[in-house]
């Protein structure tokens, strides 16, 4: 069993390599820096994205790959406990995809993230999207060597979420609050949801999304490229 969430046992967790003494995060924390350094030395922006299940973050993707690979190449690790449905939907766009499957555990780790990141035989001076296990409270404590978490919120979902889970929310770099077409039948108070999200952290930055309508990819579309040319240096 994991010492940090408690889930099951599961191979990319590696337990039988983990050095005496060595707690099982400063074990994941060694291979998140081996990750940090492996997208440094690429030129690679890698985003964690975080989220409960049913969040509409697949949907997300397939919309935002497409938009992103006019202009660089881009890549997924994709998290699942089974199946490999949205790795299938995913390489439909054409993007570089692997599937992790993590059984009964409720999060990926950095080192699978690493190995499946040499894996893919990533390009340098790509995006690559690390879609984490639907979760918001195990994958907050694991850091992957990411350069940024995204943190989605569906309206579906109640805009109270940051209050009851702030930890993944104070260490989301942006959170996106999708399926905004839903708003006119639920119970969704967007005010009340970016001032949680702001109260856990002031420095995120909010997009308020649809897939369907298609109303906010571009904002997201340009965060993302401006991360992306700080990190491949395109803006030097």
């Given at each position: ?34 990750n940090r350094q492996f997208f ?77 990141a040499r894996e893919l035989e ?33 309206v579906t979902e109640g805009d ?77």
């Amino acid at each position: 069993m994991c010492e940090s969430c408690g889930c099951g046992e599961h191979d990319s967790h590696h337990h039988d390599h983990i050095k005496m003494g060595e707690s099982l995060m400063a074990y994941n924390d060694r291979f998140a820096e081996e990750n940090r350094q492996f997208f440094r030395d690429k030129k690679i922006i890698a985003f964690n994205l975080l989220s409960s299940p049913g969040s509409g973050k697949t949907s997300f993707l397939i919309k935002i790959i497409k938009e992103l690979k006019k202009r660089c190449p881009v890549a997924v690790i994709e998290g699942d406990q089974e199946t490999d449905l949205d790795a299938v939907k995913i390489k439909k766009t054409g993007a570089k995809t692997v599937q992790v499957n993590t059984g009964k555990a409720c999060h990926l780790d950095a080192h699978i993230v690493g190995h499946k990141a040499r894996e893919l035989e990533l390009y340098d001076e790509s995006v690559l999207f690390i879609e984490n296990v639907g979760n918001l409270v195990c994958p907050a404590d694991f850091d992957l060597g990411e350069n940024l978490k995204v943190v989605f919120l569906s309206v579906t979902e109640g805009d109270e979420k940051p209050l009851k889970y702030p930890f993944i929310f104070a260490r989301a770099d942006a959170v996106i609050i999708s399926k905004i077409d839903l708003l006119p039948y639920v119970d969704f108070d967007m005010a009340k949801a970016k001032k949680y999200a702001k109260q856990a952290n002031p420095y995120t930055q909010i997009f308020e999304v649809s897939v369907k309508t298609g109303e906010g990819l571009k904002e997201f579309k340009d965060w993302v490229m401006e991360k992306y040319e700080h990190v491949s240096c395109r803006a030097c």
